[in-house]
């Protein structure tokens, strides 16, 4: 047994010794960073953006050196990425040819957990975790979904030597359902980037509440058709409702809500089309059950539309005293939320200022400051 003991202390000195040496070097080094791509498979949502916005920040550092990892490959031709990636970074891909993979000292997993390749030569890691659907309301997540995290993700958390929560409410959640060192946990918010607006889009109408997100059981579309209806029943709103998302699992129910004459279905847009969509908008609506951090409110926000979120899990600490809030169950709560911003000017105008001085702490930069930060301290 001492002599188990003996060996384990004699490979710690030797990896602390290493890591030593490795910051001693740094200031004439960078910092070789692996990165999973696979979130840029699909036409980007929350994820794929936090990434996007991610990597570019982080590639305009003198000090680092990107490798952008995505999936095996037994051919030239690798999978069609979606967005565009740093000029600086290097791509690279699990070879089954047998040609020699990059040498990292960190390796960074965006989206939960590190694919099965990329884990096994990782030195260091650190992951991303958006949030805890699959703990706290598992019923609401695909069954391959939950699934797979419930397999994957006690090793991972395990095995990660770092690990990043996009909001105090993801952090709070993680350590609540497992057992994890909270020195090695770590809040770092998100940040919102807004492109320059496309065109008007034709389908749009004259006045509209608005919903942005892909469709599936957690963000509560249904408690918004219910609240808007009976606005148009009572005739206290006169404009239309505007969805925009991919209608996603689970979900089929909604589409015949979406057809109606006062209720417009957009599908997924692009970025800068969708600028134009918040722009426009009325009111921007969010009722989700639960959200890691919660994009479309802040975008909203910061393009000056008076916005309500449901209040739950991130919302209220993503959106601060810039929006109102209900019950995420509460149809009627909703309905008298929207009601109040439609009647009372100054309340809509105090949102509104409101709104854009909150979204000035979100700064894609900060964000990846405070990640880089991370990344160096454990390699």
């Avoid at 057809?259 to 969010?286: K, M, P």
């Avoid at 809509?348 to 990344?375: H, K, N, P």
Wanted: aromatic share 10%; proline share 6%; glycine share 6%.
């Amino acid at each position: 047994m001492l002599g188990s003991i003996v060996h384990t202390l004699s490979h710690a000195l030797a990896d602390r010794v290493k890591r030593a040496l490795r910051r001693a070097t740094r200031s004439e080094s960078r910092l070789r960073v692996g990165v999973d791509i696979r979130p840029f498979y699909e036409p980007l949502t929350g994820i794929g953006w936090y990434l996007y916005h991610l990597l570019h920040e982080i590639a305009k550092r003198e000090d680092v050196e990107l490798f952008l990892f995505g999936d095996a490959r037994i051919t030239d031709i690798g999978p069609a990425l979606y967005a565009d990636v740093p000029a600086s970074a290097h791509v690279c891909w699990f070879d089954l040819r047998g040609r020699a993979l990059i040498d990292c000292d960190v390796m960074f997993a965006p989206n939960y957990f590190l694919p099965r390749l990329l884990g096994a030569i990782a030195r260091r890691r650190v992951i991303t975790i958006h949030d805890l659907t699959y703990k706290r309301f598992p019923d609401l997540l695909q069954k391959e979904t939950l699934h797979s995290l419930e397999a994957h993700m006690p090793r991972e958390i395990a095995a990660a030597d770092a690990i990043i929560c996009v909001s105090e409410s993801t952090r709070d959640d993680l350590l609540q359902y497992y057992q994890v060192d909270p020195r090695r946990v770590f809040a770092i918010h998100s940040g919102v980037a807004l492109p320059a607006p496309g065109t008007r889009h034709p389908a749009l109408p004259q006045r509209y509440l608005l919903f942005v997100s892909t469709i599936e059981p957690r963000k509560n579309l249904g408690v918004l058709l219910d609240a808007f209806e009976n606005l148009k029943r009572k005739g206290k709103y006169d404009g239309s409702l505007v969805v925009v998302g991919r209608i996603g699992w689970n979900s089929e129910e909604f589409v015949p809500r979406l057809t109606g004459s006062d209720v417009h279905h957009l599908d997924y847009l692009g970025a800068a089309e969708l600028q134009t969509v918040y722009r426009n908008a009325d009111i921007f609506v969010f009722p989700s059950i639960y959200e890691g951090f919660g994009f479309p409110l802040l975008e909203a926000m910061a393009h000056g539309v008076p916005s309500i979120a449901a209040r739950s899990s991130s919302l209220p600490e993503v959106a601060g005293d810039g929006a109102l809030y209900f019950d995420p169950r509460d149809a009627r709560e909703l309905e008298s939320a929207i009601t109040r911003i439609l009647d009372d000017p100054a309340l809509r105008d105090d949102l509104i200022a409101r709104g854009r001085a909150r979204v000035e702490r979100f700064r894609w930069e900060t964000t990846a400051e405070r990640t880089f930060e991370v990344l160096q301290r454990v390699s």
